[in-house]
């Protein structure tokens, strides 16, 4: 499973305005591990940047006066991203911005390149109902380091995003466990034969500290428990 984490900075709020992207990077993940790849440029937007987003990122007209333009990384970008999941922290924002982009070189809409695009900031939103979700707020509510955070960049940001959401998403993964090899299932089972196992059931009241621990992860994965699904299925075939 191929991930990328994305994330842009702009010369304004609204690209319906003629802002364009100033910095855009993306990290990569594979099968929830950080693979080390990363895409990232700093590119003249031929145009100012607002006093406000000025402000957030500091990207100057002089810094970027000598930097690529988005139609020349254009194609690295789109093979970067090709036939991976976008993850993205308030992604109509950045995808309104690429689309953009795109459309100005008369190249198709982001959707075309990948597979799917997620939304943190919605994800957060569903997790974490009537809090803060912004990038900080989730940093300190997982704990993830954001002390350099000073201004905002899109690398530092993909990174600490990327963070973010393997700790949003992290209950289910943990509970699959992947052996790697059918023969090594195969030993396992076979040096079971001949054993004397001692068959221990849990009481009424483990029970009950089961279920009660399997709502409360039902309830922090926005409904998505594993071994709450597993009950359910063994409890059909049972039937």
């Not at 300190?140 to 949003?168: C, F, P, Q, W």
Request: charged fraction near 25%.
């Amino acid at each position: 499973m191929r991930q990328i984490i994305l994330d842009t900075e702009t010369t304004g709020l609204d690209h319906k305005q003629g802002h364009r992207i100033v910095e855009i990077a993306a990290v990569e993940l594979s099968n929830r591990q950080f693979t080390g790849n990363h895409f990232h440029y700093y590119l003249n937007p031929e145009r100012n940047s607002d006093e406000g987003a000025l402000q957030v990122h500091g990207l100057t007209t002089e810094f970027l006066q000598d930097k690529p333009k988005f139609h020349e990384i254009s194609k690295e970008f789109l093979n970067f991203i090709s036939d991976a999941e976008l993850i993205i922290h308030n992604a109509p924002f950045d995808v309104g911005f690429l689309n953009h982009e795109l459309n100005l070189i008369n190249l198709p809409a982001l959707s075309g390149y990948c597979l799917s695009i997620t939304d943190t900031l919605k994800l957060a939103k569903e997790l974490h109902p009537g809090k803060r979700n912004n990038l900080d707020a989730l940093c300190e509510r997982y704990a993830i380091d954001n002390s350099k955070r000073t201004l905002h960049g899109a690398l530092l940001d993909a990174e600490l995003l990327a963070e973010v959401y393997l700790a949003m998403t992290r209950g289910q993964e943990s509970l699959h466990i992947e052996l790697g090899h059918s023969e090594l299932t195969q030993y396992a089972v076979d040096h079971l034969d001949g054993c004397n196992l001692k068959i221990v059931k849990a009481t009424a009241e483990e029970h009950a500290q089961h279920l009660a621990i399997l709502e409360s992860i039902a309830r922090e994965s926005n409904g998505k428990c594993v071994w709450k699904k597993l009950e359910a299925d063994h409890g059909m075939e049972s039937s």
